[in-house]
């Protein structure tokens, strides 16, 4: 009978069980990890510091729960322990879509300190709580001091292989495929399920106790799948939307996690919103004469502004856009009228591969648009990735970079540096601030040929550098190699 069993406290659970608990236990606790960084996504950004406070949070929530795990379950019945962690574990993964989000509008442009104050909020209990598993199910296990390597190191092996699976899982399996608040979701039932059937079978949990952590999944289950994601679509790489422009008819502003990335006007594709859009269309009205076709290479879709100018500009013209996010593309044909053919064409995959397929001497132009305020993909701004650039360009042909950058200017400075070494001319153009350029967006402009005379005339609020003051802006920068491109620490410096 189950409540023979209540009395055998020290009773062993049969292996596979205990290990497929430790595993479930851990694995979750690193699909919630993951999970937490889409979730803060949305309202401070993707950063090194928002990633670095959610897995410190979960290794600090490991860490308590193993030690108070362990604790608790020498000074208590192991069995009861353990169908409490799995379900009250579950119920707090449950929550942590309703606080981040319940939360999350008050931290926009809270910074660092609202990152790892909303993830240890949300992510530290069911973390803690569910680390305690594995140290519980460790003292259920023992029964010979003998033996007491080969149990722990099994079913260490056992959460570590949860973890594995917890990873790998989340990164191509639900992520791409499953909105993050379902996946939570899923995870906390499950968990909350397989405590209350363990209580049951071992007859530590009453049949109304079972009912009401039911309720409860049920409940904050509806809660958190009710509380949608504040955004139009949860891709592989961002929270995205696209947001009407009140002032503009056929205005149209991408936004991707908390920024506005890209202004696209559906009835106009001559129209250039954002300030250092306009530069780089000055850049590339100025690269031949007007009306002459080019072929070009666009680094970054994001709203295909630059590519829809270039058509719009120079019929005939050319544009393979490298873009790592499929479903943003997605987005920008349903929403920002994108129309790819023979003269657009979009190759999904991370640029610094992608590029590499692309025949040397084929493009006039190369746009680098992948930098946002929050997010560096230093990969794309070391001298490597400068050498392929190059490669791909024809003789005269013109790279310009879209990099954004604070005071003390150290990221742009490093970039100009690596620029400097592969090209005879390279301009900066930029906002004019007291003492020289202003934060903000900073287009770099580098060719092997001097920049034609209409480059340095771009005004609209900003100034251009020519390439002796961008040396003395570089002077001291170390360039960026893939060895050494501590990008995301110079824009946080």
């Known amino acids: 009978m189950p409540r023979a069993r209540a009395g055998r406290r020290d009773a062993a659970l049969a292996p596979a069980l205990a290990a497929a608990l430790v595993f479930l236990a851990s694995g979750a606790v690193l699909v919630l990890e993951i999970l937490g960084v889409r979730l803060l996504a949305p309202y401070v950004g993707l950063t090194l510091e928002t990633t670095t406070s959610i897995i410190g949070t979960a290794l600090a929530g490991i860490a308590l729960g193993s030690a108070l ?44 300190a609202a990152a790892l104050g909303v993830a240890v909020l949300a992510l530290l209990p069911p973390a803690a709580v569910l ?12 029964r010979d001091l003998s033996a007491s390597g080969t149990v722990v190191g ?9 973890a594995l699976a917890g990873t790998f899982g989340t990164g191509f399996v639900l992520v791409p495929l499953v909105p993050v608040g379902a996946s939570v979701a899923a995870v906390g039932v499950v968990l909350v399920l397989t405590g209350v059937a363990l209580g049951l079978w071992t007859g530590t949990a009453s049949t109304d106790r079972a009912s009401g952590f039911v ?17 139009d679509v949860e891709s592989t790489y961002h929270c995205a939307s696209v947001v009407e422009d009140p002032a503009r008819e056929g205005g149209r502003v991408l936004v991707l996690d908390d920024l506005n990335h890209s202004y696209v006007d559906l009835e106009n594709a001559r129209q250039l919103e954002f300030d250092y859009v ?21 680094v970054g879709g994001g709203g295909f502004t630059l590519p829809r100018y270039l058509a719009a500009t120079r019929p005939g013209s050319s544009s393979d856009v490298l873009e790592v996010d499929g479903d943003l593309v997605g987005l920008a044909r349903d929403r920002l ?68 950058d604070h005071e003390p200017l150290a990221l742009v400075r490093a970039e100009a ?3 400097l070494e592969s090209f005879a001319d390279v301009r900066l153009v930029a906002r004019s601030g007291a003492d020289g350029p202003a934060g903000g967006n900073l287009v770099l402009l580098a060719s092997e040929r001097p920049l034609a005379p209409g480059v340095r005339s771009i005004a609209r609020g900003a100034q251009t550098l020519d390439r002796p003051a961008v040396e003395r802006l570089a002077a001291g920068a170390d360039p960026l190699t893939d060895d050494d491109a501590p990008a995301d620490q110079l824009l946080s410096g």
Do not use: K, M
């Not at 606080?99 to 809270?110: Q, S, T």
């Not at 099994?154 to 949860?162: F, N």
């Not at 309720?215 to 809660?223: F, M, R, T």
């Not at 031949?288 to 072929?295: F, S, V």
């Open 154 to 162: 099994r079913l260490s092996a056992w959460a570590t292989a949860g």
């Open 215 to 231: 309720a409860a999944a049920v409940a904050l289950s509806v809660l958190t799948l009710g509380t949608g994601a504040p955004c």
């Open 278 to 298: 306009r530069w780089i269309g000055d850049a590339i009205d100025a690269l031949a004469p007007a009306g002459e076709p080019l072929e070009a290479v666009f």
């Open 417 to 419: 540096a690596t620029l």
């Open 69 to 112: 795990g362990g604790r608790v379950a020498d000074r208590t019945d192991p069995r009861r322990l353990l169908a409490g962690l799995l379900a009250g574990g579950g119920l707090l993964a449950l929550l942590c879509v309703p606080v981040v989000r319940a939360l999350g509008p008050a931290l926009r442009g809270g910074g660092d």
């Open 337 to 404: 009228g994108l129309e790819t053919g023979r003269d657009l064409r979009v190759t999904l995959g991370d640029a610094r591969v992608t590029l590499r397929g692309l025949p040397a001497g084929s493009a006039d132009l190369v746009v680098g648009d992948a930098f946002s305020s929050r997010a560096v993909p230093w990969h794309l701004a070391t001298a490597e990735w400068v050498e392929d650039v190059r490669r791909v360009l024809r003789p005269g042909g013109l790279y310009a970079v879209n990099v954004i």
């Open 131 to 142: 680390s305690a598993v594995t140290p519980t199910v460790v003292r259920l296990q023992l």
